[in-house]
C-alpha cells in the first residue's frame, strides 16, 4: 500500500555510467516531481510533471532526462554520470500541484564512483 | 526574491524544552507556507502549514507563528521529545505557482 515508492533504493555505479530510477504512485494525484538532495541536506527541485506534461524544468545538465509514460510513473535517467551526481534522489506528487502537501518518496541513494 | 531564509542550521535542545526554527520570505505573492519534518533515511512528509490569513496555528505541539508584517514564520515545538530529533524544512508557495520554494533546512537533535 506504498503510497510513493523508488526504485532503486540504492544505486552504486562507475563514473560515466548511463542510470535510471524509476517512481510510481498509487495516490491518483496529478502531478510528480523530481528533488535532489546534498549531503547538505538541501533539496533542489529538478523536474515536475503535471498530467504527463513537464512544467518545471530547473536548471539540471541535460544529462538528466525525465520520462512520464503516465500519470503514476515518472523515471529519472541520468547519463554519463560524473561524481557531482552523488546524492539522495526524490520523486513526489501531490494532488494537482498548487500549495497542496507533497508526498515523497523513501529516496534513491545514488553513489557514483 | 524567491528564496526562503531558514535559521538556524542546526539546533540541539534539552528534552522537554521548546524547539524554534526561523524562517523568513521576500516574495509578498507566497501564501502557503508548511513545514516538512524529515528523519534519517526517509522522505519528507508535511508536519504543518499555514496561510497568511491566520497569526498561528497549533497541532498539537507543533505550533507555527506567522508575522505578515515582517514576512517571517517559525516552527516551535513545545515540550520537545528525542522522537522530534529530525531535519526540519520551511517552504513557501504562491496559488499560480506549482512550485514550492525551500528552506536549507535545520537539524534538530533532542537530547535525553
Known amino acids: 500500500d506504498t503510497a510513493v515508492s523508488q526504485t532503486p533504493k540504492y544505486l552504486v555505479t562507475q563514473m560515466g555510467n548511463d542510470k535510471s530510477i524509476k517512481c510510481e504512485q498509487n495516490?491518483?494525484?496529478?502531478?510528480m516531481y523530481w528533488y535532489k538532495q546534498d549531503s547538505k541536506k538541501f533539496l533542489k527541485i529538478m523536474f515536475s510533471?503535471?498530467?504527463?506534461?513537464?512544467?518545471i524544468n530547473e536548471t539540471v545538465p541535460n544529462r538528466f532526462s525525465p520520462k512520464s509514460p503516465d500519470k503514476a510513473h515518472l523515471n529519472l535517467h541520468i547519463n554519463s554520470l560524473e561524481l557531482g551526481d552523488s546524492a539522495v534522489y526524490f520523486c513526489?506528487?501531490?494532488?494537482?500541484?498548487?500549495?497542496?502537501?507533497?508526498?515523497f518518496g523513501p529516496g534513491t541513494r545514488l553513489l557514483v564512483l | 526574491q524567491q528564496q526562503v531564509k531558514q535559521s538556524p542550521q542546526s539546533l540541539i535542545v534539552q528534552k522537554g524544552g521548546i524547539s524554534i526554527i526561523n524562517c523568513a520570505y521576500e516574495?509578498?505573492?507566497?501564501?502557503?507556507f508548511p513545514w516538512y519534518q524529515q528523519f534519517p533515511g526517509k522522505g519528507p512528509a508535511l508536519l504543518i502549514a499555514?496561510?497568511?490569513d491566520v497569526s498561528e496555528k497549533k497541532e498539537g505541539r507543533f505550533t507555527i507563528s506567522f508575522n505578515k508584517s515582517a514576512k517571517q514564520f517559525s516552527l516551535h515545538i513545545m515540550d520537545s521529545q528525542p522522537g522530534d530529533s529530525a531535519t526540519y524544512f520551511c517552504?513557501?508557495?504562491?496559488?499560480?505557482?506549482?512550485?514550492?520554494?525551500w528552506g536549507a533546512g535545520t537539524k534538530l537533535i533532542i537530547k535525553p
Open positions: 510533471y503535471n498530467n504527463k506534461e513537464l512544467i
Open positions: 516574495n509578498t505573492a507566497f501564501d502557503y
Open positions: 499555514i496561510r497568511p
Open positions: 513526489a506528487s501531490s494532488p494537482s500541484g498548487q500549495e497542496e502537501t507533497q508526498y
Open positions: 495516490l491518483g494525484h496529478d502531478t
Open positions: 517552504a513557501a508557495s504562491m496559488q499560480s505557482n506549482y512550485q514550492l520554494i
